[in-house]
Structures are given as C-alpha cells and as structure tokens.
C-alpha cells in the first residue's frame, strides 16, 4: 500500500475537523459548509448563510447558468411571468413585470445574481462521490477531497431522462432525443418529427416545431393544462393571491404522489397564451394516444387520446372554477368569461400507429419526464426509488440536506418564486447546528482543562 493510501485509510478513522492532511498529491480542504449545485437554489442558499455570518463554498460543475444555456431549446421562455422571478434580495428588476423571461434573460438574471452574492464559487468543479467522513462528510471532487461538516445538494431533480422501454427498437435512421437536447427545428433531418409526452415541454415543443412548419405527431401523456389569462389577470398572479405556491405539500390531498406530477402545460410564448391541443389538431397537428409499444415497422399508440384530453380539460377548468369562487368569497370585480367548449374531438376510428415504412420520422423527441440521479450520494438517505428522503430538505444523516427539489416543501420551492423560504429555512437551521457544535467543543476544552 502506497503511503498516500494509508494516510487517506488513516483519516477515515479522525473526526473530520480534528486536522489537516497534506499528501505529495494533494491538501484535503476543510469546510464548514458546502453547497453542490450554483444555480438557483444554491446561490439562493449561500446568500441567506452569506447573511447568518456563514461563508459557504459552491461547487459547480459547469458554469452558472448552464442548464438554461444549454440544456433548453432556442425559443424557451418562462411559463410564469417576470414579477414571480424573486431569488432573495434580487428580485426582477426590468421593463416587463408582466413578461416572460427567455433563455438569455434567465442566464443573465442568474448571472448577475451570482455576482451580487459574490459566494466562493467554484465553477468546473465536479463532486463525483459523497461520504460520510467522522461527524461531517468527505467530497471526492474533480480538484481534490473536501471535508465539511454539512453539505447542501442543490443540483435540483431533472438529471437523467427516461424514455420507453422500446426506443431501442426505432430504426437507426431515426434521430432520438431528449427535451435537453433539442434546439430548433432547423436543427432536425428533414421529414416528420414525433413528440412523445404532452407536459410543459413537450407541449412546447410540438408548438415550435409545428409553427415552423413542420410535420408533427405528439403522443398525448396525462399532463393537465392550465389557463393562461383567465377574468381579467394572468392565472398565475390568480393562483399567487390565491396562496397556491406558499401551500405546504403537508396541506396537499395527495403529498406522497404530487412530487412525481407533470406540470400544468401552458406557454409564455407571444407574450403567453394558452396551448389548446385541440385547436392544434384543427390546424393540422397530428394527436395520438399514449405511446403503446414500437415494432420493426410501427408505432403503435393506446386508444386513450380522447380521455387524455378530456383530462387535461377537466383540470383546466377546475382551475378556472377555483379562480370564480374566490372572486365571489372576496368580493372582487373581474370580467366575466364564457365557459369552456371543445372545439375538437377524436374520431371514432381507432389510432393504426404511424408505419414507419411508408412514412418514415425524421426524429424523435423524448419528452417523458426526467429523475433526479443522486448515485454519487453515499449515503443512505434515499427511498426506494433512489430518490431523496427528507422533510423540508433536512434528511435523516445529520447536516446533509436538499434544496431546490420539486415539492421540497411548497409548490413554489423548485421555482424562482419560493426558493428563497426553502434556503432561509436551510440556512437558519445550519447556523443554529454551527452554535451548538462550538458550544460543545468548547465545554469539552473547558472539561479538558479543569482535568488536567
């Protein structure tokens, strides 16, 4: 065994704040807290230590910014409008309150965040292992070991996309993608493109490529819709005075299922409006089912189009009932809307699937969700689908936490509008573990001298 390796054996065995180790190859860094992950929520998290007196160190992989850079499609923009966009401290601060922010404005604003926390930031940096280390935790990293006694992941939930157990099977000629991956319609061979999954991007990206001309088929999923402007205001500053995002997922009818839901589908695009998959299949877009099964020659889809749609209807209008009988319980003047018709429904011949030999696809596009891949994470602190177990972020492994995950606590916690209670939360609690832990380092020094 090489010197080196013993003294990393060595160390396995000392409380993580007892000393220092330099190797000839590298110094393991001390840290009193550490945050994985320099978006958002990160940021957001440091900025709130930053104000308790506590100077994190933010790990990030890529460079601040970069999954709305370069992991969303050319014309992407906010669903939520501009006034939602308040990391702490920094709220928006443009022209159009009322707007929606597109990808170069998010990075911006994400940028000019990170300058005004001005946390320790360390981009291009990756944690490739999380351990437990004494009382804290050792991160292997890309520049070097890392012991902290508390740790923050903050690498959000979306990391690795999930497809159908059959895309193996499409011809090799037909280019497959992911949500991430796609940039614009140009970018695709010539010829038919099929969208799989009908949430907030594949939605949008049907519309993109559809709008552009395109030959689109979208297999319709179960994701609800919302209304874009319902009586007089956008649904969401509705949905806002309503408390929706502050709602607590313990106050939800369905916690243990809501974190794994598709988001409502709706756009920002044009200055926001609604996306009516009916009013698409008038225009030319073809919908199908579920997608079902892919054979050597054919895509074949459920019969379930028809009941997917009246779905995502029954949850648009529940939203815009909810939105009447609060206008009536506070007594508020706003204009009246008519009720909601379809304007289109399915024929009554069932779906034959695309033949993918007289009509070949261009490409695929994988809209079908994404999970969060924490396999770098050891320790145990996961359910039985390998995702995190927590409340409120705080796990059950002292001084490692979550932040900026889907439901962490609110509607609102994985958004721009509700991170900041969640890294407020986080924050307080670190500095309260931070007090006690001096506090009882320095009763065992005093102990030690009177002893001695």
Known sequence: MSGYRRIIDDWNNVDVFACAVVSTYTQVQQRQVVVVGG????????????????????????????????????SFCLVTPNWQCRLPDFPYDGPDLEGFMVKAEIVSYLQRYAAF????????????????????YRLHTSEGEILAAHVVVATGGYHRPQ???????????????????????ASLPPGPVLVVGSGQSGAQIAEDLFLAGREVHLSVGSAPRSPRRYRGRDVV???????????????HPDPRAVRSKTNHYLTGRDGGREIDLRA???????????????????????????????????????????????????????PEEPSFTPC??????????????????????????????????????????????????????????????????????????GVAEDAEYLASLISLRLQHRDASQERLECTALLGS
Request: charged share 20%; glycine share 10%.
């Open 39 to 74: 978006g958002q929520a990160g940021l957001s998290v440091a900025h709130a230590l930053h104000k308790l007196g506590i100077r994190p160190l933010v790990l990030e992989r890529h460079r601040v910014g970069y999954s709305w850079e370069q992991q969303r499609w050319d």
């Open 280 to 334: 698409r299949a008038l225009e030319g877009m073809h919908l199908h089912g579920r997608l079902a099964s892919i054979r050597a020659d054919r895509i074949l889809f459920n019969n379930d189009l028809a009941a997917n749609l009246d779905q995502a209807d029954a949850v648009y209008c529940r939203i815009r009932s909810s939105i009447d009988s609060w206008i009536t319980k506070n007594d508020i003047e706003a």
């Open 163 to 185: 497809c159908h157990a059959d895309a193996p099977r499409l011809p090799v000629s037909t280019l497959q993608l992911d949500a991430r991956e796609y940039r614009n319609p």
């Open 344 to 417: 289109w429904q399915p024929g009554p011949a069932p779906d034959v699937g695309l033949d993918l030999n007289a009509h070949p696809l261009a490409a695929v596009i994988w809209c079908t969700g994404y999970r969060g891949d924490f396999r770098w994470i050891d320790v145990p602190v996961f359910d039985g689908c390998g995702q995190p177990a927590h409340e409120r972020g705080i796990t059950q492994s002292p001084g490692l936490y979550f932040l900026g995950l889907p439901w962490l606590h609110t509607w609102g916690s994985g958004r721009f509008c």
């Open 117 to 136: 926390v001005g946390a320790e930031l360390r981009e291009g940096v990756a944690v490739q292992r999380l351990m437990h280390h004494g009382t804290g």
């Open 237 to 251: 500053d509705w949905l806002d005075r309503m408390g929706y995002y502050a709602m607590p997922i313990s106050d």
